[in-house]
């Protein structure tokens, strides 16, 4: 193990150890995490991005993984930069990757500049407003620190809008006292791989730049997401910031997804019992028995971060979930705690209470599920509970 292993707030397993892991008897569900593919899929996305930097985006607890561990065995992997959304998460980025270069989304809170310094943080500047007081800060402690210049290419979300980029020039540009180290953008549709979004905003984000960007001061340029670092070396520019590919999700509409899954949900079995014909399961009484049918009862349920979108109704049975290798279909409704699943076909010793049920994996991705229920693997993961119990595992197999 590394330097880093000590501040990992839950152990990680080796592929070796993971196969002999027995759960803890407390653990009613399990998340598994496979860090040797949120490592090879930062590999990959290093290699797409050429010559450009492959970033890491952590923000939301890294997309629901687990922002300690997330951040540790990317910089095990090589990343050197990450982006969070908030300045807590940034400073347990920070707690994690002491020599790492990290970005805060939110840009610059007001009042808040003590606790970007501090912990050596670079706020993303979004407005006018942000600038000037960054640059108040740093002309204050005599000190240009770095900091990133986020500009609007379309979103209108964040970002400086193309008009104002003229009160940054100039001899009296605030920009004198602080270190323009980035200026970014951040496409709207880059999982559209063939819009015309996409090359509008990469016009604009270049118009940007040629105003912007002092390479003699050595300002880097990014344009690129995960969507984005797919769409061709014209948008990896000096830096790419992929967030779902690491963690597996699609990050382009409609094409096969090239990134390794990285979660696997189980849950136990708590209760078998046999539903006859006209009897119903569930809240709502969605799910009715035409023959003889035998329920599962599992322990995860929406409170655990399984939609509850991905219930069964009257007319169409609910997603796949495996024991085994054997296929089985969710019914009725998900409740706070619990799925109930039909096992009807599968042998009654691989159904006692206490066996395992996968209901998200490599054979159900989070995408197959996110579609199913009408959202985005982004919510998906980061809605993912603690109170399943996490299983990180790391290393070669034996
Ligand atoms: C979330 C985010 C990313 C990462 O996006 P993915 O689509 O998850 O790759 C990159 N840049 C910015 C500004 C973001 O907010």
């Known amino acids: 193990m590394t330097e880093t292993s000590a501040i990992i707030s839950r152990p990680v397993a080796s592929v070796a150890d993971a196969k002999q892991i027995k759960a803890p008897t407390s653990a009613r569900a399990i998340l598994e995490i496979d860090l040797n593919a949120l490592r090879a899929n930062w590999a990959k996305l290093n290699e797409v991005a050429g010559e450009a930097e492959c970033a890491g985006v952590v923000k939301a607890d890294a997309y629901g993984l687990g922002l300690e561990e997330i951040t540790a065995a990317l910089a095990r992997e090589g990343c050197k930069t990450f982006f969070a959304a908030t300045i807590h998460e940034a400073q347990r980025v920070r707690a994690i990757a002491a020599g790492a270069t990290i970005y805060v989304l939110d840009g610059l809170l007001a009042d808040a500049e003590e606790q970007y310094a501090g912990f050596d943080l670079r706020p993303v500047l979004s407005s006018l407003p942000e600038i000037h007081d960054w640059a108040t800060f740093c002309k204050s402690q005599g000190r240009r620190r770095p900091a990133a210049l986020h500009v609007d290419t379309g979103m209108n979300r964040l970002g400086l809008p193309a008009s104002e980029i003229s009160a940054l020039l100039?001899?009296?540009?605030?920009?004198?006292?602080?270190?323009?180290?980035?200026?970014?953008?951040?496409?709207?549709?880059?999982?559209?791989?063939?819009?015309?979004?996409?090359?509008?905003?990469?016009?604009?984000?270049?118009?940007?730049?040629?105003?912007?960007?002092?390479?003699?001061?050595?300002?880097?340029?990014?344009?690129?997401?995960?969507?984005?670092?797919?769409?061709?070396?014209?948008?990896?520019?000096?830096?790419?910031?992929?967030?779902?590919?690491?963690y597996g999700g699609r990050a382009i509409e409609n094409k096969p997804n090239p990134m390794q899954p990285v979660v696997r949900l189980r849950a136990r079995i708590l209760q078998v019992r046999t539903v006859n014909p006209g009897e119903i399961v569930g809240y709502g009484g969605t799910f009715q028995a035409t023959t003889p049918t035998r329920i599962?009862?599992?322990?995860?349920?929406?409170?655990?971060?399984?939609?509850?979108?991905?219930?069964?109704?009257?007319?169409?049975?609910?997603?796949?979930?495996?024991?085994?290798?054997?296929?089985?279909?969710?019914?009725?409704?998900?409740?706070?705690?619990?799925?109930?699943?039909?096992?009807?076909?599968?042998?009654?010793?691989?159904?006692?209470?206490?066996?395992?049920?996968?209901?998200?994996?490599?054979?159900?991705?989070?995408?197959?599920?996110?579609?199913r229920a009408g959202t985005i693997g982004y919510e998906l993961l980061s809605r993912l509970s603690n109170r399943v119990h996490r299983i990180y595992i790391e290393g070669r197999p034996a």
């Not at 912007?212 to 948008?235: C, Q, V």
């Not at 409740?335 to 010793?349: F, G, K, Q, R």
């Open 170 to 246: 100039g001899p009296d540009s605030p920009l004198q006292h602080f270190e323009v180290a980035l200026v970014m953008s951040h496409l709207y549709n880059a999982d559209v791989a063939d819009g015309v979004d996409n090359p509008k905003q990469l016009a604009a984000f270049q118009t940007a730049l040629d105003k912007l960007i002092d390479r003699d001061a050595g300002t880097r340029a990014s344009l690129a997401n995960s969507g984005g670092t797919f769409l061709g070396p014209d948008y990896h520019f000096d830096l790419v910031r992929p967030g779902i590919a690491l």
């Open 296 to 371: 599962a009862t599992i322990a995860c349920g929406y409170a655990d971060g399984f939609l509850r979108a991905l219930s069964g109704d009257r007319k169409t049975l609910g997603p796949v979930g495996y024991i085994g290798e054997h296929p089985v279909r969710i019914v009725g409704r998900v409740s706070m705690d619990l799925i109930t699943i039909d096992v009807s076909n599968v042998p009654e010793d691989l159904t006692k209470r206490g066996a395992w049920v996968e209901v998200m994996g490599a054979r159900v991705t989070v995408d197959d599920l996110t579609d």
